[in-house]
C-alpha cells in the first residue's frame, strides 16, 4: 500500500509525519534538531531515503544535515559551507581576493535524475550545487555575476534565493526565484542566466516594469508542462505559457492577490491552489477567515476551500515553502501554518482536517509519496 511522508521544518526543529495511503491517522516524529530553525526539508526523487535539511541558527549559523535511510538517523554534510567565527555568518571562498559572506540555505531541490546531486538557494541570493550527497559545494557563479546583480533589493525577508525547479525534459533549464529582484533561468546548467520577468509590473519600485527588482514569492511547475509556469508574486498571480518569456495576471476574482505559497494539482495540470493574505503589511488571511482557494482553470476563476478550516479569528500566516502536494490517486493537498498547525486534504482540497496542532511555526511543507 501506498505511504505518504510529510516533511516538516519549524523555528524550533523538523518534523515528520507519515500515514498510510488513506492519510487518515498520522504519526508524528520529532522535533528532530531540536532548538534549530529548519528552513527547508527535501527528499530526493530519485532515492526516496535520502532527505535533506537546511539547519539554521543565528548563533552557530548554518548546517546541511543529510538523511540516507528515511529520516532515522541524520549526518551533518557540506564543510565547504565555512562557518567564519561570525555568528551567523559563512565565508564562500569564491577566488577572488576576499571571501563572499552569506547567512542561510533557504531551499534544498536534489536533483530529478542524479542521485547524489542537490541544489541550494542561500541568502543573499546565490546558487550552490553538490554532486556528492552534500558534502562538497560548488557556486553557479554564472547566477550572482549577472549584470544586474547591483540592482538586487532584499524583500523583507531577506535577499533569499527560495524557489529552485529543475525542467524534467530539458536537463540544462533550471528556474529560480529571488526577493526581490524576480525570476531568472538557465539553458545550459547554470553557466548563464538570464532574467524572464517579461510582464511583471511592481508598482513599488522605481520603474514599475523593470528588467530585475520585483519581489517574486513562488513559483509552480506541474512536471507534464515544464513551459507553463504559475508565480505568487508580491501582490498579482501570474502565469506564463513560454517558460517565463512573458507572464499574464490571473489573479481574477481573488479576495486578496497578496499571498506567499502557490502549488499546482499532481494530476491536472490546470489546477493551482493559493491561500491569500489579506496585505504586505498584514500577514493573515482576510477576514480573519483561513481559506485556500483553487483554480480548476490555471487561474482567473478561483473558489474558496474552506471545509475544515477555521472560518472566524484566525490571524495565522502561510509562508512560501509551506504548501505541497502528494501524487495518490486522490490528490493530496499539505500546508503549514505560523500558529504551527498543519492541514491536510485527500480530496484535492474540498475537505480539510488538521494533522498535528501547536508545532512552532512552520517554514516549510514538503510531502513524499512512497508506494
Given amino acids: 500500500m501506498s505511504k505518504v511522508r510529510v516533511l516538516v521544518g519549524t523555528r524550533k526543529g523538523a518534523f515528520i509525519l507519515s500515514s ?8 508524528v516524529e520529532g522535533p528532530l534538531f531540536s ?4 528552513y527547508h526539508m527535501k527528499a530526493s526523487p530519485v532515492d526516496p531515503d535520502r532527505i535533506y535539511a537546511s539547519q539554521c541558527s543565528g548563533w552557530f ?3 546541511i544535515q543529510r538523511s540516507s535511510d528515511g529520516g532515522k538517523t541524520w549526518e551533518p554534510v ?3 559551507f565555512a562557518y567564519d567565527g561570525i555568528a551567523g555568518t559563512h565565508q564562500w571562498y ?8 552569506f547567512k542561510r540555505v533557504w531551499h534544498l531541490e536534489p536533483s530529478l535524475t542524479e542521485p547524489e546531486a542537490v541544489y541550494a538557494g542561500v541568502e543573499d541570493a546565490a546558487l550552490f550545487r553538490s554532486g556528492d550527497g552534500g558534502r562538497t559545494w560548488q557556486e553557479l557563479s554564472g547566477l550572482r555575476r549577472h549584470g544586474s546583480g547591483p540592482r538586487w533589493q532584499p524583500g523583507a525577508g531577506g535577499m533569499c534565493l527560495h524557489t529552485i525547479i529543475p525542467d ?3 536537463p540544462g533549464r533550471i528556474f529560480i526565484a529571488i526577493s526581490a529582484a524576480g525570476a531568472f533561468r538557465t539553458d545550459d546548467g547554470g553557466a548563464t542566466w538570464r532574467p524572464i520577468n517579461n510582464g511583471l509590473r511592481s508598482e513599488h519600485i522605481p520603474d514599475p516594469t523593470a528588467e530585475v527588482g520585483h519581489c517574486v514569492h513562488r513559483i509552480a511547475m506541474h512536471p507534464s508542462r515544464p513551459n507553463v509556469l504559475f508565480m505568487q508574486k508580491h501582490w498579482d498571480i501570474m502565469r506564463s505559457d513560454d517558460a517565463g518569456d512573458s507572464w499574464r495576471e490571473v489573479s481574477g476574482n481573488l479576495p486578496s492577490d497578496f499571498g506567499f505559497p502557490i502549488e499546482v494539482h499532481s494530476h491536472e495540470p490546470d489546477t493551482v491552489y493559493v491561500v491569500p493574505i489579506k496585505s504586505d503589511s498584514e500577514h493573515f488571511p482576510p477576514e480573519g477567515k483561513l481559506r485556500v482557494y483553487r483554480s480548476r482553470t490555471g487561474g482567473g476563476e478561483w473558489e474558496a476551500l474552506t471545509k475544515g478550516l477555521p472560518q472566524k479569528d484566525c490571524y495565522v500566516n502561510v509562508l512560501r515553502d509551506s504548501m505541497a502536494v502528494d501524487s495518490l490517486d486522490s490528490c493530496g493537498v499539505y500546508f503549514g501554518t505560523t500558529g504551527g498547525q498543519v492541514y491536510a486534504s485527500p480530496d484535492s482540497g474540498d475537505t480539510w482536517e488538521p494533522i498535528v496542532r501547536d508545532l512552532p511555526a512552520v517554514l516549510s511543507v514538503e510531502v513524499q509519496t512512497l508506494r
Wanted: proline share 7%; charged share 30%; net charge positive.
Fill in 94 to 101: 569564491d577566488g577572488t581576493a576576499h571571501p563572499w559572506e
Fill in 20 to 27: 498510510d495511503g488513506k492519510r487518515k491517522k498520522w504519526k
Fill in 78 to 80: 557540506g564543510n565547504t
Fill in 61 to 63: 549559523g548554518q548546517l
Fill in 168 to 170: 524534467p525534459v530539458n
Fill in 35 to 38: 532548538g534549530w530553525e529548519v
